[in-house]
């Protein structure tokens, strides 16, 4: 089935690297996304993988996918006050292509 | 194009009232989505429609909840008899293409709804 899991919380301090870690189950995964969610604001999509790739970059954010062991991380590099938010870990399947299904997010606190 | 765009902001009310949220896709956008979230979880999926076809519905969209896209533009989500359990930000998101795939979806603002 689809289940996507997240640790709740991380706090790293500025200038510092955050890896926000995700496991899922369905192992028919097809696009994997990182969503951002600033308070009061609805979800902003950051990146994508798809799910053959083992890695992706974009300027800060890289994307790590281990197909095997079901785990995608995001890593921001030189964490800013300005990534303070909610990171969610999201799916779309070949049982769910229709639609994303997202996990719980992580609440990345920055300390200054 | 301003994204996507939901009304109202914010919504009070009595538990046992109707009410309804509008969205407003991105114009070229065929796909259009309705998820809750509530504290501290991620959205959960309750409907989509493409183009005016609902083409699926969550088991969590019970009877009293109905949803419309009548001519494949905005989209309306009603609940009715609304119950405390229903309070929840509401969001709407819309996406292009026959498949999610790589596009992701575009999410609005979303709906507070408080149910007292």
């Known amino acids: 089935g689809e289940d996507v899991e997240q640790s709740l919380f991380l706090s790293v301090r500025e200038g510092d690297s955050s890896v926000i870690n995700c496991t899922y189950t369905?192992?028919?995964?097809?696009?994997l996304y990182w969503y951002k969610q600033e308070p009061g604001a609805g979800l902003q999509l950051l990146t994508y993988i798809f799910s053959n790739m083992d890695m992706k970059q974009d300027q800060r954010l890289t994307v790590l996918l281990n197909k095997k062991d079901k785990h995608l991380s995001l890593r921001i590099a030189d964490t800013q006050t300005g990534d303070s938010a909610i990171y969610f870990c999201a799916e779309t399947t070949k049982t769910s292509y229709d639609k994303v299904i997202f996990g719980p997010g992580t609440s990345l606190s920055v300390i200054p | 194009d301003t994204g996507v765009s939901q009304d109202p902001r914010h919504k009070i009310t009595k538990r046992g009232q109707n009410v309804t949220f509008r969205c407003d896709p991105i114009?070229?956008?065929?796909?259009l989505y309705w998820y809750r979230q509530t504290l501290g979880q991620g959205p959960e999926f309750l409907t989509y429609f493409q183009n005016e076809a609902q083409l699926e519905k969550s088991r969590l969209l019970s009877d009293r909840f109905s949803a419309e896209r009548p001519k494949g533009s905005f989209s309306t989500l009603e609940i009715q008899r609304t119950e405390q359990g229903d309070s929840a930000m509401y969001l709407c998101?819309?996406?292009?293409?026959?498949?999610?795939?790589?596009?992701?979806?575009?999410f609005g603002s979303g709906t507070r709804l408080t149910v007292v």
């Open positions: 998101a819309s996406s292009t293409g026959h498949r999610v795939g790589n596009y992701g979806y575009t």
């Open positions: 369905d192992s028919s995964s097809t696009y």
């Open positions: 114009s070229e956008h065929n796909r």
